[in-house]
């Protein structure tokens, strides 16, 4: 619980330093496309950990 924590305070912090500096963020500025990287992720937890694909 503390890596997820930290992890959502630094890219807070990153991401406050993107918005002072005008740089676009790296990442999806939609919700759909933060869903697709959670998907992503998704998949490709259930195929390692749930049907054992290494």
Same mark, same amino acid.
Request: hydrophobic share 55%.
């Given at each position: 619980m503390r890596d997820i924590i930290l992890t959502t305070l630094a890219g807070f912090v990153i991401g406050l330093i993107f918005a002072r500096f005008k740089l676009p963020v790296p990442a /999806? /500025?939609?919700?759909? =496309? @933060?869903m =697709?990287? @959670? =998907? %992503?992720? %998704? =998949?490709?937890?259930a195929a390692t950990r749930l049907f054992g694909w290494d």
């Open positions: /999806p /500025p939609t919700l759909a =496309g @933060v =697709g990287i @959670v =998907g %992503l992720f %998704l =998949g490709y937890w």
